[in-house]
């Protein structure tokens, strides 16, 4: 195990941040040399598999059992041609299967948190997708109307382009802004990297970011862009994110076999709009 303290110079998540707000972007030829050195050795260590704090090693979740894999199940449905009655069957699988939550568009809030009313299923849905790229008072007024409309978890694509140009102040003060209307409210709040458009130095800078607003889970992709969940990025997100921070798998989870791969990998939730079929597969391993 490497002695972080010698070897890199800063011992916090926070110190990592202020470095990289500090620097405004990674690896670039007119940074000192010195500068360099620290981030490279931060990426190496955390591209090796090693934590960047020795104090929050990543305890996994437990591996759920068959068809208890359905518990981390967020049912997903965000196709623009789906119904009001693909909703009322999604939200009616999702009470019989007992999955997480019904994640769907915003249009479709009120119908969904009539149907589960009562339940512990939550309704969910979704800001800013599929780009991130709304204006901060737009992503905070629909985030205050699902809110007000009945939503328990809310999904949010970061500003994927600001993230890529290392402008970190501006998406973090994004982020940590929905955070704290969701937070007020006690409503879970999601942040969605869109890992299949961004390299390693990108995926650990935005998964920094979205531990440092405190948000609830840092999540892979829309599953509307390039790219889907795989087992890769699942570890070097949970090791950001360390044990204190949910882990969310989407984006081309079809079957038990890679839901179940994921969930090993460090994912605490998985988003598919194959619920159903996961949870069949799955219990026939019971």
Do not use: W
């Amino acid at each position: 195990m490497a002695n972080y303290e010698q070897d890199i110079g800063i011992v916090s998540l926070k110190e990592v941040l202020i470095m990289l707000n500090e620097l405004e972007t990674i690896l670039v030829d007119s940074l000192p040399e010195s500068e360099k050195t620290k981030i490279s050795k931060v990426l190496d260590i955390l591209t090796r598999g090693e934590p960047i704090l020795r104090a929050e090693q990543a305890q996994l979740p437990a591996e759920p059992k068959g068809r208890d894999i359905a518990r981390l199940i967020d049912h997903t449905l965000l196709l623009t041609q789906y119904t009001p009655e693909d909703v009322d069957r999604a939200c009616d699988e999702a009470l019989q299967y007992g999955f997480a939550s019904v994640c769907v568009n915003p249009i479709y809030i009120p119908q969904v948190v009539d149907r589960l009313k009562g339940s512990p299923v939550k309704p969910a849905s979704i800001v800013g997708f599929i780009f991130g790229a709304e204006f901060p008072e737009i992503k905070i007024a629909q985030a205050e109307k699902l809110i007000e409309a009945g939503i328990a978890e809310l999904d949010a694509v970061l500003a994927v382009g600001l993230l890529k140009a290392g402008n970190y102040q501006q998406v973090g003060q994004d982020l940590s802004d929905l955070a704290g209307v969701c937070h007020k409210a006690g409503v879970l709040f999601k942040v969605i990297l869109e890992t299949g458009l961004l390299t390693t130095e990108e995926k650990i800078a935005g998964t920094i970011l979205t531990k440092h607003v405190g948000a609830d889970y840092v999540k892979t992709c829309t599953g509307f862009a390039p790219g889907e969940a795989t087992v890769e990025d699942i570890q070097l997100l949970r090791r950001i994110a360390g044990s204190d921070m949910g882990v969310k798998a989407a984006a081309g989870i079809r079957s038990y076999e890679k839901a179940i791969s994921l969930v090993r990998a460090g994912a605490s939730r998985i988003g598919a709009t194959q619920g159903v079929i996961i949870s069949e597969e799955a219990g026939k391993t019971d």
